[in-house]
Structure formats: C-alpha cells, structure tokens
C-alpha cells in the first residue's frame, strides 16, 4: 500500500480478497502507519453502515492513543511518538490528529460527507450479504453514493482504496474496474487473490484450510462460495442466460437467397420513463430466430415511434407484433402511421395484443429455448451492448433492475411456438 501511496502510476487501488484473511485489520494498520508518518492525511472511510465504519475509526484512533503498559509490547507512541489524536476531537466517527483539522471520517451510503475533504478515501466492505449482491437496485445506489457523495470529497491528486470480497459483476469493485480502466487520471491498480489457488493449495492454511474450505462450499452453495473465497462474480453462476448463440451468416440455399419465411417483429414498450423500450426484429427459419436489429432505449415514444417504423421500413418486416399494455396500442398505431404517411408501404402488418402472462414467470419458463433457438450476429455484444448487458447480467433469483430485454427476447419465442395466441390485428393499408 505503501508504494501505491507513493506511485504516480495508479490513483486508485482494488483489492478483492476471501473473507477473514485480514483485509480490514491491514487496511486500519496502513492508515495508522500512514497518520503516522503524515500527519497531514486527510482520511475518509466508508463501510457497510455507521456500526461498521465506526469500529474501523475507533480501531485506528484506539491504537493511536493506546499508553503504553507492557515494555515487550511496541504500540504507536513507540514508533511515531510526537503524533497524538487531538484532545476534545475525538469523536468515534471524526476525529483529528494534533495540529490538524478534521483528519479522519468514518462514513456509509446512509451516513454524510458533508463539509469533509479526503486525500485518501478507503472503501471497506460495502456488501453485506447474497440478498444485496443479487439485488440490482442496491448496487446501484451504492455507485450512485460512491460517484455522487465520496468522489465529491476527494481532493486534488488523491488515491481511493476499494477493499472488497466480490459478488456480483456490477458490485462497486465491479463498476469501479469498469470505469476506471480508461479513465487517464484515475488508473485502478486490482489485485485479485482466490482462498484456493489455481494449483489446489490454499492462500493461507492457518485462516482456512482446505477441509474447511470444502466444507463451507458444500454448506453455502457453489455460487456464493465462488464469490466469497474466489472472487468470481455470483451473477455469473446465478445469471439466467448461461449461453447465447451467435451467427457469422444467415441462412441461404445454393444461390445466396436468405431462407428466411417471415421478417418480423417483437416489441416491448417502455411502462415507465425508467424502463427500456426494447424492439427486435428477426428472420424466422425452421423456428429458429435470427436477430437482424434493435432498438433498445429509454427515449421518449416521439422519439421511439420513427426509429421503430424505421427498423421495420429498412428491413422489410412482414409482421410486428406490438405489446399494447401501458400505451402500446397508442404506439402500434403512430408506427402504422409513419409507415403509411412516411414510406407508403403497406407491406408491414401491426399486431397490437394485450400481454397478461407474468413476465418473471414467462421469462425463466423461455430462457432454455431462447438460448438454443434464438442467434444473434457475431457483434452483438458491441452493435448493443446496453441489451447485452441485460441479458447477459439478468438473475435467475433475486431483483433486477431492466426485464425488457429478456421479456423481449421471451416474446419471439412464444409467437414463434404459440403462433395460435389470439389478438387484435391492426393492418397497414
């Protein structure tokens, strides 16, 4: 930590270790030996909640203060003798080094920052548990803290320390990797250890052994195993879609000719002004779906309305069928519109039907058949990454924050298995 503190190369430094093998107690021993050496610091640390980051302020400013009782036992006055926790600044989650101001701060999502300014901010262990790493809303409030509140706080040239064991793939350590990764003034430095190392031996028999380790595998479930001791992301074990097929070319018979029967449609409307209006359009072949374009955004339907005739325009779609629940039927019909007014084509038609199965229960019921029946292009990830981040982070269990991609994907299979549905047909003339 030292030569992190001192390196011009890395502003912020990641690490992700298994629990109980001494991340927090390094992380307090650094900061004493750091107020030690510059008494200037100015440190701010934010943990789970005020109990927790309460107790890491204390452990620092205890051993700070610690009187020396014992001559075969070194304490802080031993090493740095001339630095003393201010008398009458001393509160358990603020407090000060003599002839300072304001040198430390303890904090959490639900705690304040305000008025504070760090030159060194450590994040200690923001994750609670499996419910918070599966739940989409937490995460995100949790960036929104750490990007709206604490880098608020951080002065000029500092560093940030994130200390976590990993859950999910968007966990703060998750995002932060992410949008580090090509930011110039903010390199992350990550280190990543695993409790069982890739060789079969463990990271530290004396804190876990390899008996144990089995054995709390076996007791916690191979998910929140792989998070807590290998630091491999629990929404990759626990995402509903574990494959997506691709294609390099569509399919043609022996003169190129696309052996597509139907062009069509799929589109989910945005219920609320946070949820995606997701649209896909695809060629049907033996009931297999091959994605040729989406549309997948949070733009308001003035905009969504031309962008989807648009789509279904430029790639000849036959049929589209259009969710009408929560202002969709008002949606199939201003597409219909731009398509007659805009392109005079009368080669689409809307199917505007009311959807009133449960989403959650048709999505999970679909996802086997849409992962062996439903090929996207080979670039996918990179032609939407928005849709693919969707699919690919959505949870089997737990809350997520978007469903519109996968309900949107649901859809193409159910018309193309359930093509008996009845619904309301609205033809382009």
Excluded at 295 to 316: F, G, Q, R, S
Excluded at 358 to 387: C, E, L
Aim: charged residues 25%.
């Amino acid at each position: 930590m030292q030569k992190f503190i001192d390196s011009d190369e890395y502003n912020v430094l990641i690490m992700n270790l298994p629990p109980r093998h001494g991340k927090s107690r390094t992380a307090q021993l650094f900061t004493q030996w750091l107020l030690g050496n510059r008494p200037n610091t100015k440190i701010m640390t934010g943990s789970y909640n005020e109990t927790l980051s309460k107790m890491f302020s204390k452990s620092v400013r205890n051993a700070i203060q610690e009187v020396k009782a014992d001559d075969d036992i070194t304490v802080f006055s031993d090493v740095f003798p001339s630095v003393r926790v201010a008398t009458g600044d001393a509160q358990a989650h603020l407090w000060s080094i003599e002839g300072q101001t304001n040198s430390y701060l303890a904090t959490s999502p639900t705690g304040t920052a305000t008025g504070f300014g760090c030159s060194l901010m450590i994040i200690d262990d923001i994750i609670k548990n499996s419910e918070e790493a599966y739940n989409a809303n937490v995460k995100e409030s949790h960036w929104d803290w750490f990007t709206n509140t604490m880098l608020s706080r951080l002065e000029e040239g500092g560093k940030i320390i994130i200390i976590m064991t990993r859950w999910a793939s968007d966990d703060l350590a998750g995002r932060a990797i992410e949008h580090f990764q090509d930011d110039p003034l903010f390199k992350a430095k990550v280190i990543t250890m695993k409790a069982m190392q890739d060789d079969g031996t463990m990271l530290c028999d004396d804190v876990l052994s390899k008996a144990s380790y089995i054995s709390k595998v076996r007791a916690m479930g191979e998910d929140i195993a792989s998070a807590n001791f290998q630091q491999i992301p629990i929404d990759l074990k626990g995402c509903l879609y574990s494959q997506i097929m691709t294609y390099d070319e569509l399919p043609t018979d022996d003169k190129g000719n696309v052996l597509f029967t139907a062009i069509k449609n799929y589109t989910d409307t945005a219920d609320t002004g946070s949820d995606y209006l997701a649209s896909i359009v695809y060629g049907v072949y033996n009931k297999e779906a091959y994605v040729l374009d989406i549309v997948y955004t949070k733009d308001a339907m003035e905009i969504t309305e031309p962008a989807v005739a648009d789509m279904l325009y430029c790639n000849n779609v036959n049929i589209a069928d259009i969710e009408s629940n929560n202002g969709g039927r008002g949606f199939s019909r201003n597409v219909m519109n731009i398509l007659r007014d805009k392109y005079k084509t009368n080669r689409c038609s809307v199917n505007a039907f009311h959807q009133s199965g449960n989403k959650i229960a048709r999505i999970q019921s679909n996802a086997t058949w849409v992962m062996n029946h439903v090929y996207f292009p080979k670039n996918w990830r990179d032609k939407w990454p928005q849709f693919a981040s969707d699919i690919m982070k959505y949870q089997r269990e737990g809350k997520n924050a978007h469903d519109d991609a996968p309900d949107a994907l649901t859809g193409i299979a159910e018309k193309i298995n359930a093509p008996q549905i009845k619904s309301g047909r609205i033809n382009i003339y």
